[in-house]
């Protein structure tokens, strides 16, 4: 089981970037994926979730609707589309794959990628 970030990079306040996350290894789609980001010295928190198949989303307060989560089965690919970036977002984002639990508590991810940087400036 493997999953891949990309898409971080450094952009200004007010900017957008778009991350994916390339998963493989799985039978079938993750029943649940998420992003998650940390800054050092600072808990992981949960950004956006979404179970599959369900067409439930969820996000952190913080997002205030300027993020998106997605995903395409046929392209084994989570997305996560960010506009309005603030300095505040600056952080290590990471992919996670689960299957039960609390969508926005880290424990409850088995899988986890190796996280893109996004830094905003």
């Known amino acids: 089981v493997q999953l891949v970030e990309s898409g971080g990079g450094s952009v200004q306040a007010g900017g957008s970037l778009r991350l994916s996350c390339q998963w493989s290894?799985?039978?079938?789609?993750?029943?649940?994926m998420a992003w998650f980001r940390q800054v050092p010295g600072k808990e992981r928190e949960g950004v956006a979730g979404?179970?599959?198949?369900?067409?439930?989303?969820f996000y952190g307060d913080f997002v205030e609707g300027r993020f998106t989560i997605s995903e395409d089965e046929a392209k084994r690919a989570l997305y996560l589309q960010m506009s309005s970036l603030q300095p505040e977002d600056t952080a290590m984002y990471y992919c996670?794959?689960?299957?039960?639990?609390?969508?926005?508590?880290?424990?409850?991810?088995?899988?986890w990628g190796q996280g893109t940087q996004v830094t905003v400036s």
């Open positions: 290894g799985f039978r079938s789609a993750p029943h649940r």
């Open positions: 996670a794959a689960g299957k039960y639990g609390t969508w926005a508590r880290p424990c409850d991810y088995t899988y």
């Open positions: 979404i179970y599959n198949g369900a067409g439930y989303q």
